[in-house]
Nanobody, 125 residues
Framework: QVRLEESGGGLVQPGGALRLSCTGSGISLSNWNMAWFRQAPGKEREFVAAVRKRIGSLYYANSVKGRFTISRDNAGNTVFLQMNNLKPEDTAVYYC??????????????????WGQGTQVTVSS
């Protein structure tokens, strides 16, 4: 049974940092395109960042480029999202997702097969 579990969310002041983790079970994350999405209250789920299976190329939403970094620890079967210089508009539930089919790191949520339960990130003073 495939399971993705996020952790690392919390409350942080503007300008602060958090690192989110997504650990997989029943799945080898290095063989899947992995992505982070987020959903703020009253808004649609939006793409944040992705890492392509095997070769590890990266892709970011313009809103987080230069502030967020996605990475993957194959030995630990974990994907990370390092978030720096956080802004109030980054407040959302953050989800990790896995896609096996594509040969690219898709920003489209419907193309992902498995999702975690999400972790809340709140940026507020």
């Amino acid at each position: 049974q495939v399971r993705l579990e996020e952790s690392g969310g919390g409350l942080v002041q503007p300008g602060g940092a958090l690192r989110l983790s997504c650990t997989g079970s029943g799945i080898s994350l290095s063989n899947w395109n992995m992505a982070w999405f987020r959903q703020a209250p009253g808004k649609e789920r939006e793409f944040v960042a992705a890492v392509r299976k095997r070769i590890g190329s990266l892709y970011y939403a313009n809103s987080v480029k230069g502030r967020f970094t996605i990475s993957r620890d194959n030995a630990g079967n974990t994907v990370f999202l390092q978030m720096n210089n956080l802004k109030p508009e980054d407040t959302a539930v953050y989800y990790c997702a896995a896609d096996r089919s594509n040969d690219y790191q898709s920003p489209v949520s419907a193309e992902y097969d498995f999702w975690g339960q999400g972790t809340q990130v709140t940026v507020s003073s």
